[in-house]
């Protein structure tokens, strides 16, 4: 079971002090952050703050950017460029 997806719950994980983020946490808030995905399982992340993928992402935003990946991927099919627009626009975090 994972932590809620709340910034609470990453407010949490890390204590507060940004020396428990990793190197990669360092584009968090930019959108140009990659989540880590072991950083929110039981075991953690084994790289620790030397991980190149952000432990500052909530334990939901590496499921919610594969489902936003797909629907880019399933308005590329469409003949309809706007529709591919609208969602590359709908899923930019700026």
């Known amino acids: 079971r994972t932590a809620p997806c709340t910034s609470a ?44 993928h952000c432990h500052a992402c909530p334990p939901c935003e590496l499921k919610a950017r594969r489902y936003a990946k797909v629907r880019i991927l399933r308005a590329a099919k469409c003949a309809d460029t706007s529709a591919l627009e609208a969602v590359v626009a709908a899923s930019r975090p700026w």
């Open 9 to 52: 719950a990453v407010a949490a994980a890390v204590g507060g002090h940004p020396a428990l983020l990793s190197v990669g946490s360092t584009w968090h808030g930019t959108g140009m952050c990659r989540p880590c995905a072991w950083f929110w399982k039981a075991g953690g992340c084994s790289n620790g703050w030397q991980c190149r």
